[in-house]
């Protein structure tokens, strides 16, 4: 089976720099990616890796490890529009029937 | 580019009443994605589709639940009969290939089950 683990919510401050975690569980795999959702919206897709390492994307940067299976978003410099859901989803391939799918989300809340 | 197109944006049904839900994905996307979501959790695949081949339904109450591609464009995905636990978000998406590594989604049909 397939599963994704993060945390259900994490505060910060604004201006700080947060990290949300996600680990994974897949029968196969081929790349990690981050969506963002305010209340009401759409998701929106952040960043993807496939490779191991950091991919930076203006304030946001996303870190994979296949070998622990595990990923995780970095926030810099937040803003309170940041404020809403962060969901990271596993794209597991062909072994994995190509389904992608989603963890339960991490609701950030950026105070003033 | 014009983005996913769903409608109807809103809907509130009785239980036991049909419900039906329509989907333009992104011109050119071949894989198009029907995702349930119920408040506070995150999206639930329901269906992807490859062009007009289904790729997994297996999350798909195919009891009540269906959904076609007929032509590999457009998409309707169908409820009949409505129960309660069926009020959620259905989030249509698509994207260009199957790996699933950039998705694009719609802003979504709400839906009340009374």
């Known amino acids: 089976g397939q599963s994704l683990e993060q945390p259900s919510e994490v505060t910060a401050v604004e201006g700080a720099i947060v990290q949300i975690n996600c680990t994974y569980q897949?029968?196969?795999?081929?790349?990690l990616s981050w969506y963002q959702q305010h209340d009401g919206g759409a998701p929106t897709f952040l960043s993807y890796?496939?490779?191991?390492g950091l991919e930076e994307t203006g304030r946001f940067s996303s870190f994979l490890s296949r070998s622990d299976s595990y990923g995780y978003l970095l926030l810099q410099e937040l803003q309170m529009k940041d404020s809403a859901s962060y969901f990271c989803?596993?794209?597991?391939?062909?072994?994995?029937?190509?389904?992608?799918?989603f963890g339960a989300g991490t609701r950030l809340f950026v105070k003033a | 580019e014009a983005g996913v197109a769903q409608s109807p944006r809103y809907k509130i049904i009785e239980k036991r009443q049909s419900v039906a839900f329509w989907c333009n994905p992104i011109?050119?996307?071949?894989?198009l994605y029907w995702y349930q979501q119920i408040l506070g959790q995150g999206p639930k695949l329901l269906i992807q589709?490859?062009?007009?081949?289904?790729?997994?339904d297996s999350q798909l109450p195919k009891d009540r639940f269906s959904a076609e591609r007929l032509k590999g464009v457009d998409s309707t995905l169908k409820i009949q009969p409505a129960k309660l636990e069926d009020s959620a978000v259905y989030l249509c998406?698509?994207?260009?290939?199957?790996?699933?590594?950039?998705?694009?989604f719609g802003e979504g049909s709400w839906l009340t089950v009374v």
């Open positions: 897949t029968s196969g795999f081929y790349g």
């Open positions: 998406a698509s994207s260009q290939t199957a790996s699933g590594n950039t998705i694009y």
């Open positions: 989803a596993v794209s597991p391939g062909n072994t994995g029937g190509f389904k992608t799918i």
């Open positions: 890796n496939a490779l191991d």
């Open positions: 011109s050119g996307h071949a894989t």
């Open positions: 589709f490859q062009n007009n081949g289904v790729v997994d």
